[in-house]
Structures are given as structure tokens and as C-alpha cells.
């Protein structure tokens, strides 16, 4: 005759779990009663109506390194949508790239008066404009990609996370390389 083993005794713990799991799953139908009523609103509206690829099957492409995410990340690519950190990467370098270009344009206009032998006043005058208008856009880029990168370094995971741009030191770099010309004649 084969002795059974021993029956654990009931902890609290394990009583608290029993009485939870009711409520869990009453949360769970209650959830899953509020999503069904909200696709049927947007059924019923038509918000699925005219949506590319209705009736087609799902092309989910493989991506070993999706794991469970596989079709969200999918379906993102399909439809042009990008991950919130993706984006604000993307907004950090294109203005970056954006303040990159207004330095070499006021580097060339810069270039192009001090080529003449003695620039005349009202070029100095139209080149200091420039300049001040150049720096104003230059500093509101700089300081909005530093701002749009802070945000990244939040939301974002570890992995995702980049340098903060130097918004001082880069205005100061500026400031040097372009510095207003004295307006005598």
C-alpha cells in the first residue's frame, strides 16, 4: 500500500489568493465586456470600414528578436506608425541636422563678405542681420533638440538612451565662430 504524501496546510497567504481570484476574474470579464463594447461602437460607426488590406489576411514578416511583440511591431511597420522613442530620435538629429545647416549657410555668407577686401557698411550691416537671425534659429533648434532628447532619455528604455546635447556649449561655440562684425566705416 502506497502512503500518500503529506497535504500542505493552508497558509493565509494561500486563503487570500482564493478570495482574490473571484475579483481577478470578475475584473477580467468586466474588461474584457468593456472592449468588446467599444469595437462594437466602432463597428457600429464605421471606423473599420475602409481600412487598407479589410478582408485580407495579416502579413506578419519574422522577427526572431519580437518575441511576444511580433505582430504589434508588425503591424506598426505596415502602417507607417513608429515607436514613440523612435520618433523622438529621429527629431533629435534632424534638428541637430537642422542647426548643422544653419551654421555652414552663415559660415558661406560670412565666407562671401570677407573675400571682398574691405566689405562696405551696409554689407556688414546685412551680414550681422543675418547673423542675429541665424543665431536665434540656431539656438531654438539646439535647445529643443536638448529638450526632445531629456524626454527620450525618460520614456525611453536604457538601451535607447543618448547623450544630452550640450545646448550651452554648443550656443558658446557659436557665438565664437561667429562673432558680429563692428559696423565703422
Known amino acids: 500500500m502506497a502512503q500518500e504524501p503529506p497535504r500542505k496546510q493552508p497558509s493565509p497567504q494561500d486563503d487570500q489568493n482564493q478570495q482574490n481570484q ?20 466602432a ?5 473599420f470600414a475602409n481600412l487598407p488590406g479589410a478582408g485580407k489576411p495579416l502579413v506578419i514578416e519574422s522577427n526572431p528578436q519580437a518575441g511576444d511583440q511580433a505582430l504589434a511591431y508588425s503591424l506598426m511597420k505596415q502602417n507607417n506608425v513608429v515607436p514613440r522613442e523612435i520618433e523622438l530620435g529621429n527629431e533629435v538629429d534632424a534638428q541637430l541636422a537642422q542647426a548643422a545647416k544653419v551654421m555652414a549657410d552663415l559660415r558661406a ?22 547673423r542675429a537671425k541665424a543665431a536665434a534659429r540656431y539656438t531654438a533648434l539646439v535647445r529643443d533638440a536638448r529638450s526632445k532628447g531629456l524626454t527620450l532619455n525618460i520614456i525611453a528604455p536604457a538601451a535607447l538612451h543618448r547623450p544630452l546635447v550640450d545646448a550651452t556649449a554648443l550656443i558658446a561655440a557659436f557665438e565664437a565662430e561667429f562673432p558680429p562684425e563692428p559696423e565703422t566705416v
Open 22 to 41: 473571484p475579483l481577478r476574474r470578475r475584473i477580467g470579464q468586466a474588461w474584457r465586456a468593456l472592449v468588446d463594447e467599444r469595437i462594437r461602437a
Open 43 to 47: 463597428e457600429e460607426r464605421g471606423d
Open 109 to 130: 555668407k560670412r565666407d562671401q563678405i570677407l573675400r571682398r577686401r574691405i566689405p562696405s557698411l551696409s554689407e556688414k550691416q546685412a551680414y550681422n542681420l543675418l
